[in-house]
C-alpha cells in the first residue's frame, strides 16, 4: 500500500510538471546538450575582448566571444573541451544575429588592435537559430527518465546562470569614474598625486541582474519556504522593492553567491601598475549605489613615472 501511495504521488507530481505552463527544451549538436527553460534571461549581458588587424576586425572577434559566454551557461553537458569548441563554432556562425545591441568600451590601438565591448546576447534568438539548423537534434521526451534529466538540467542550469551573473558583478556590473587629479607639491624625486574617484553600478547590467534576482526568487518559492535561503537588498525599504529571498537548496549554491556578494572591489592604475582592494559598502556589492562609493587615494612614486603621461586609467579589476 506505501509503494501504491509513493507511485501515486509520483505520477501525480511529473504530470503536473509535464503539464506546467514553463517550456523546456533540449537541443544536442556534436554530442554538446543545450537546454532552454524559463531560468534563462531574454538577454544576458556580458563583456568580452577582442583582437584583430584592425578596429572592425577586433569589434567582431569580441562579438563571437561575447556569444560564446552568453550560450555558456545554456550548455548542461560535462565535456567541456567539446562544449568549448563546438560553442566558438556556433558563436563565430550566429554571432550577427543573437546580439541584440553592443557598445564599444575601449580599444588599443598600440601594436594588435584589442578592443572591449559590452553585449546583449539573447539565448531566445540563439534557440530559434539553433533549431533550424539541420545538424541539431531535439532529445526531450515525455517518459520518467526524461523528466528525471529536465528537472536536474534545469537545476544544473540555475546554478550555471547565477554562478555566470554573480562572477560578473565585478566586472560588468561595477563602473569606475574619476573625479578629479590633482598633484600635491613635494620636495624630493617623487612625486605625489591625489586621485578621487567613484565607484557607481553599471545601470543596464544593475537593471539585468534584478530582473535575473527577481525571476530567481520566483522560481525558487523564494518567499514561501526557506531552504539555504539568499537575502540580497540592495536599496533602502520604501515604495519599491529592493530586496530578494533566494533558495539555493544546497549550501554549497549559497556560499558561492554570498562570497561573490561580499568579495572586495578591486581598483587598478594602468599607468602605475597600482591595485587597491576595499571592502564593499555595508558588505555587499549590490549597495555601492545605495551608501556610495567615494575614495581620495594618495599615490606617490617617482617623478620620472610621470613623464608622457597626460591622464590616469582606472579600472575595475586588477590585472
Known amino acids: 500500500m506505501k509503494k501504491f501511495f509513493v507511485l501515486v504521488c509520483l505520477l501525480l507530481a511529473t504530470k503536473a510538471f ?7 527544451l ?5 554530442g ?15 563583456t568580452s575582448e577582442g583582437t584583430g588587424n584592425t578596429r572592425e576586425e577586433a569589434i567582431q572577434n569580441a562579438l563571437v566571444s561575447a556569444v560564446q559566454k ?18 566558438k563554432n556556433l558563436a563565430a556562425q550566429y554571432s550577427s544575429g543573437v546580439v541584440n545591441s553592443y557598445e564599444v568600451k575601449n580599444c588599443n590601438t598600440l601594436g594588435i588592435i584589442r578592443c572591449e565591448i559590452t553585449a546583449k546576447v539573447s539565448p531566445w534568438k540563439f534557440q530559434r537559430r539553433l533549431e533550424a539548423d539541420t545538424a541539431v537534434v531535439k532529445v526531450n521526451g ?63 547590467f544593475k537593471k539585468s541582474f534584478i530582473t535575473f534576482l527577481q525571476k530567481l526568487e520566483k522560481d525558487t518559492n523564494g518567499r514561501a519556504e526557506e531552504n539555504h535561503q539568499v537575502y540580497i537588498q540592495w536599496g ?20 558561492l553567491m554570498y562570497n561573490y556578494l561580499s568579495a572586495p572591489i578591486s581598483i587598478g592604475i594602468k599607468e602605475f601598475g597600482q591595485c587597491e582592494r576595499f571592502d564593499a559598502p555595508g558588505g555587499n556589492v549590490m549597495t555601492v549605489d545605495w551608501y556610495g562609493f567615494h575614495k581620495q587615494q594618495k599615490i606617490t612614486i617617482p617623478a620620472k613615472q610621470l613623464e608622457n603621461i597626460n591622464n590616469l586609467s582606472l579600472s575595475v579589476g586588477c590585472v
Do not use: C, W
Not at 560535462?78 to 563546438?86: E, K, Q, S, W, Y
Not at 525599504?237 to 533558495?247: A, D, K, P, S
Open 142 to 204: 515525455g517518459d520518467l527518465a526524461a523528466q528525471h534529466l529536465t528537472m536536474q538540467y534545469t537545476l544544473i542550469q540555475r546554478i550555471k546562470i547565477t554562478d555566470y551573473y554573480f562572477s560578473q558583478l565585478h566586472q560588468s556590473g561595477l563602473d569606475v569614474k574619476v573625479k578629479s587629479l590633482q598633484m600635491i607639491p613635494t620636495l624630493g624625486s617623487n612625486a605625489t598625486l591625489l586621485v578621487d574617484y567613484e565607484v557607481r553600478m553599471n545601470r543596464e
Open 32 to 46: 554538446v546538450r543545450f537546454f532552454f527553460s524559463e531560468t534563462v534571461p531574454k538577454e544576458i549581458f556580458v
Open 70 to 87: 552568453g550560450i555558456g551557461v545554456l550548455i548542461v553537458t560535462d565535456d567541456t573541451i567539446a562544449n568549448g569548441r563546438v560553442t
Open 26 to 30: 533540449s537541443l544536442a549538436i556534436n
Open 18 to 24: 509535464a503539464e506546467s505552463p514553463v517550456h523546456y
Open 236 to 255: 533602502p525599504t520604501g515604495l519599491f522593492e529592493n530586496r530578494v529571498y533566494i533558495n539555493a537548496y544546497d549550501a554549497k549554491f549559497r556560499a
